[in-house]
């Protein structure tokens, strides 16, 4: 009933932030960030972030919006496989009749919350017009996992943001 977060007023907000303040310090998962729970796609249900809020609430040029998640997906860095993992990051917001989807590399720690990113890539499609976009930006989120299905996240915005797993990818 929060339409992804774009009605939840700024008392709202506040209170959803100690939530996840609170839970963090009862974090079931040990370094969640280097965890094998990272990888899967994950519905976006709530978030701060205003660009998707924009998105969502308000469609892409008169297309509306079907859904909003991350897919995470780790390979080996090298084809032989001698390498470390290579982790990417997809965010990815589908309308009806469209897209929006920014590609990014992530680096999990090996220890502790935190996911860097930077983006890679941006395109978008608007009914059989595809557009390549330029990816702008860097930053990281932290992760906690309250069980097998529930991540929350706060970001280098300070956004905060809760999925569910979707499926693995």
């Given at each position: 009933g929060q339409r992804l977060g774009a009605d939840t007023n700024a008392a709202g907000v506040e209170r959803i932030g100690q939530l996840m303040e609170q839970l963090g310090a009862l974090n079931p998962t040990a370094d969640p960030a280097s965890s094998p729970k990272l990888c899967a796609t994950w519905e976006i249900m709530w978030t701060t972030e205003s660009e998707l809020l924009a998105l969502t609430s308000n469609g892409f040029l008169?297309?509306?919006?079907?859904?909003?998640?991350?897919?995470?997906?780790?390979?080996?860095?090298?084809?032989?496989?001698?390498?470390?993992?290579?982790?990417?990051?997809?965010?990815?917001?589908?309308?009806?009749?469209?897209?929006?989807?920014?590609?990014?590399?992530?680096?999990?720690?090996?220890?502790?919350?935190?996911?860097?990113?930077?983006?890679?890539?941006?395109?978008?499609?608007?009914k059989a017009l595809a557009l390549p976009l330029p990816p702008v930006g860097a930053g990281f989120f932290e992760v906690l996992y309250l069980d097998d299905s529930l991540r929350v996240c706060k970001d280098s915005r300070g956004d905060l943001q809760i999925c569910v797993r979707r499926e693995c990818p």
């Open positions: 008169g297309l509306p919006c079907k859904s909003a998640y991350q897919t995470i997906a780790r390979r080996r860095g090298a084809a032989d496989g001698s390498t470390a993992w290579a982790y990417t990051l997809d965010n990815i917001i589908d309308f009806d009749g469209g897209s929006l989807r920014v590609g990014s590399t992530c680096e999990p720690a090996a220890r502790g919350s935190r996911v860097d990113f930077r983006f890679s890539s941006c395109s978008a499609k608007w």
